[in-house]
């Protein structure tokens, strides 16, 4: 069982393999994604009840709080792929992990500006200089370093392994997003969904919320895996599955 | 329809329209950057591809 478990997984390691298998794999997280976003905006918009406080203001948290989410856990998983690819040596890892850099930034950013829409109705500013949001902006800026990272050195290889080490030193932010509405006075909420406690929210609102974390984060997935896809083109063009794949792609346009 | 009376209470949403609205086109802008940068990677891809077939020709 657990040798089976290895096997699949150095599967997925090998940059040809990977190319092949993980085609259905986009394939039907696109669709889920599509289809389970869909139901869950629909709901959120037009269905779910009007909240007590904020009145329809609210209907922001269904893609404040997915991207807030992925924006954190993109990172978190850059910085797992930067140490294998630093440990182990995978090249692989070293290709998803830049990949996925854009797609974090991008989910940083739009979590950050859903929430100063947000803040103007809701406390009046657009901005403020507290915990989490500050430390928010912080992620914004470490993808931005990461990025410039890649970019600014000759070899690709050295950029890898500068970005795994920044992504591994930027980790500790991770902390201190999530702690930050509890260990300073913050303007912000405290978290919707703990894992202790029945979350305060109404079926009704509490359905499309989930549903919307679930459709952000496969298509995530399905952006990263294409992504990662294209680097792997990118970074082996001498290989000659490589040339001929390129070749097809040519052709078929 | 749904819990709003009317499509222009939708649209208004009590006041909070614009900010709603403001928050789902940002969405929908990321959404289309998602999708259409790793085409046009894919595009870059291709042509250097073709060009360096052609230089390797001559």
Not at chain 1, 223 to 249: F, H, K, Y
């Amino acid at each position: 069982m657990w040798q089976a478990l290895v096997r699949w997984f150095h599967r997925w390691t090998s940059p040809k393999i990977f190319y092949q298998i993980s085609r259905p794999w986009i394939f039907w997280s696109s669709v889920a994604a599509i289809a389970i976003l869909a139901v869950a905006l629909t709901w959120g918009l037009v269905f779910a009840p009007v909240e007590r406080l904020q009145g329809n203001s609210y209907r922001i948290i269904f893609i404040h709080v997915p991207s807030a989410f992925l924006s954190q856990a993109i990172y978190l998983a850059i910085a797992i792929m930067g140490l294998v690819g630093l440990v182990w040596r995978i090249k692989l890892a070293f290709y998803a992990a830049k990949q996925c850099i854009p797609i974090g930034a991008s989910m940083a950013l739009l979590a950050l500006v859903t929430g100063a829409i947000w803040g103007k109705p809701t406390w009046g500013t657009w901005w403020v200089w507290d915990a989490r949001l500050t430390s928010m902006l912080v992620l914004l800026f470490l993808y931005l370093g990461l990025w410039a990272l890649h970019n600014a050195m000759e070899r690709q290889e050295t950029g890898d392994r500068a970005a795994a080490i920044l992504a591994l030193v930027g980790v500790v932010n991770l902390p201190i997003i999530k702690f930050s509405v509890v260990w300073w006075n913050t303007l912000h909420q405290p978290a919707t969904l703990k894992l202790t406690q029945a979350p305060p929210m109404h079926i009704s609102m509490l359905i499309p919320f989930l549903m919307a974390i679930v459709g952000f984060y496969l298509a995530a997935l399905a952006w990263g895996l294409s992504r990662t896809r294209l680097e792997i083109l990118q970074r082996e063009p001498n290989a000659r599955w490589v040339r001929e794949e390129l070749d097809q792609l040519g052709s078929a346009r | 329809m749904g819990v709003f009376e009317s499509f222009s209470d939708f649209m208004a949403m009590d006041g909070h329209g614009i900010y709603v609205w403001l928050s789902y086109a940002v969405a929908t802008a990321v959404i289309v950057f998602n999708i259409v940068s790793p085409r046009l990677l894919r595009n870059r891809l291709i042509s250097e591809h073709k060009r360096r077939l052609r230089r390797e020709q001559r």
